[in-house]
């Protein structure tokens, strides 16, 4: 009887060949009936998406608007490392897909999480100064320690603040987790080489609520690309989103920034109730110390957390932060 060999055993290329058997899987782009026509494989990186077709930068800096096979078990997202076989000077077709160190997902139809960028290395959470939500950005970093990527804080608009002591008491907790917190101003240009060396030779992503400064601050970074701004609607204060296509910039110092349009809806998806603690920084270590295994950190006598707020361990809106976010994520994950 012939041994089943698993698929994680084979190498790149005997999964590529096998990713390519079937003929009329290029979406968008009509191949050739001649295998024979197809140049010779080249790695890349995804650096736009367009529906149908992706765009990939070659190794050698050349750009490829490249069609997918439908046979292959990934559909190519922004950041992610692939083998192409082009069709003529500038176009052509992604047979391979590397596997991914990290992936950035969002829901899509069907409760179902679909992926937006990958191989990310770097999450910058951008909140502006004078109207930061240390809610929103607990959800944020909560995301990113489920997803297994180190954040970076970026407060950006300083140049508008007038409450400074207001700021610095909510950021005081982030700095001791760990986490890194840059103060930036786009319009002023002020902080932006500090901001491009945290990323030098990363593969990072901007996240962040509409109107922050996002696109701005990559406009900063990389003004060649000319990144279309948006103004924040004067009536609601809200930002109007700039960014309609995923695409990947290199930055000059090294290293590469995925702008997204997913990450309007990258939060907490595929994050269950029960693990909200433990993807807090200052709690994680806490838990188990309770006096009851199930305790969910509310009323119970002899609460870890809570003896941690009362001596002064953790900052008493940090609980009260976990509990909100707690209490707006299912008990069960929904997606599969």
């Not at 990113?144 to 970076?152: C, D, N, R, V, Y």
């Not at 901007?206 to 701004?229: A, C, D, W």
């Not at 910039?249 to 909200?276: C, M, Q």
């Not at 009323?299 to 932060?321: F, K, M, N, Q, W």
Request: proline letters at 6%; glycine letters at 8%; a neutral charge.
């Amino acid at each position: 009887m012939p041994r089943k060999i698993r698929e994680k055993q084979l190498s790149l290329r005997q999964m590529a060949r096998m990713r390519v058997t079937r003929r009329p899987g290029a979406a968008g782009l009509e191949l050739p009936a001649d295998e024979s026509a197809l140049g010779p494989e080249e790695e890349g990186r995804v650096v736009a998406h367009f529906g149908l077709n992706v765009e990939v930068e070659t190794d050698s800096r050349e750009r490829v608007r490249c069609a997918v096979r439908e046979s292959l078990l990934e559909e190519p997202v922004c950041g992610d490392r692939v083998v192409c076989q082009r069709i003529g000077a500038d176009q052509g077709v992604i047979v391979a897909v590397h596997e991914r160190l990290s992936v950035l997902r969002r829901p899509g139809p069907h409760q179902r999480l679909l992926t937006m960028a990958a191989n990310v290395e770097r999450i910058v959470v951008v909140s502006a100064a004078s109207t930061l939500n240390p809610g929103l950005l607990d959800r944020y970093l909560i995301a990113a320690q489920k997803a297994g990527i180190e954040p970076l804080l970026v407060i950006n608009k300083i140049d508008q603040l007038s409450d400074a002591a207001t700021l610095e008491t909510v950021l005081a907790p982030y700095p001791p987790m760990g986490y890194p917190l840059l103060r930036v101003s786009a319009l002023l240009e002020e902080g932006i080489e500090n901001l491009e060396e945290a990323l030098r030779d990363k593969t990072a992503i901007f996240v962040g609520e509409s109107g922050v400064g996002k696109s701005s601050l990559i406009n900063r970074m990389v003004p060649e690309e000319s990144l279309r701004t948006a103004e924040v609607h004067a009536a609601t204060g809200l930002g109007r989103h700039a960014t309609t296509t995923a695409r990947l910039y290199r930055l000059k110092r090294g290293g590469f920034l995925i702008d997204s349009p997913g990450v309007r809806e990258f939060g907490l998806h595929g994050v269950i109730r029960e693990e909200i603690p433990g993807l807090m920084r200052d709690m994680a270590p806490r838990l188990g110390q309770c006096r009851f295994k199930d305790c969910r950190h509310l009323r119970e006598p002899d609460c870890a957390l809570h003896a941690a707020v009362e001596a002064g361990e953790i900052a008493a809106a940090r609980l009260e932060s976990m509990r909100r976010i707690a209490e707006s994520v299912p008990s069960r994950n929904p997606y599969y």
